[in-house]
């Protein structure tokens, strides 16, 4: 365990000694509104079942709520990042042929973003791909999924597109609290049995939540 303490201790470190500026880390909770979009159910031996307006809701801050994270890594005002995003859905419209549908274990958005702030706004842009979870009866026949918090039933299905505008409050040179708005347009195939629906997904978020810097150099 010493051994284990001491590598990473080394890795951080060595990524201390070689940063230019800063990397920084956030945690943020939020409210999610995704607009009413075509959502297609696609099965084998049977005709698709099309709704023009999917009516989704999210219950974003319900178990499970809405969350994401991102990690940063700034070169003076300008960084690269990775973030994840955990959005859900629930179909209100549904009609006869589908019983239930779903994803609320995760319509999880993974991105890779550029930003670059502009004094006291950070503009940031990225794309990726979405991890789903879904949960689905359609005529009958039920989806096999797997616990939200096991990797079973997880598929990586779409792709997604991410703009925000963020402003952080400063508390030290440490720490800091997030503000962010942001839009994200991602088309993901969620399995169901002998098939898939398709879904056309255009979300914004209002997002709040702490975050920390390491390794700054001024």
Not at 40 to 52: C, E, R, S
Not at 115 to 131: E, H, N, T
């Amino acid at each position: 365990m010493i051994r284990l303490y001491s590598i990473v201790f080394f890795t951080l470190f060595s990524i201390c000694a070689v940063a230019q500026t800063r990397w920084s880390f956030e945690l943020q909770f939020g409210l999610a509104h995704s607009l009413d979009l075509p959502l297609t159910f696609k099965q084998k031996g049977w005709p698709d079942i099309h709704l023009q307006k999917a009516d989704f809701y999210t219950e974003s801050l319900q178990d499970p709520p809405y969350w994401s994270w991102r990690f940063s890594k700034w070169f003076k005002n300008e960084g690269l990042e990775f973030e994840a995003i955990h959005h859900k859905f629930y179909l209100k419209n549904k009609p006869l042929e589908v019983q239930r549908f779903g994803v609320s274990h995760g319509y999880n958005m993974l991105l890779f973003n550029y930003a670059k702030q502009f004094k006291k706004v950070i503009l940031r842009a990225g794309a990726g791909s979405v991890l789903v979870h879904g949960e689905s009866t359609v005529r009958g026949m039920v989806y096999p999924e797997g616990p939200g918090f096991d990797i079973n039933g997880y598929r990586l299905r779409g792709v997604s597109i991410n703009l925000a505008a963020a402003h952080q409050i400063k508390i030290n040179k440490t720490f800091f609290i997030n503000t962010e708005v942001k839009v994200n347009a991602s088309l993901a195939n969620i399995p169901i049995v002998d098939g898939y629906a398709r879904m056309n997904v255009i979300a914004f978020q209002l997002i709040l939540g702490p975050g920390v810097n390491w390794c700054v150099k001024e």
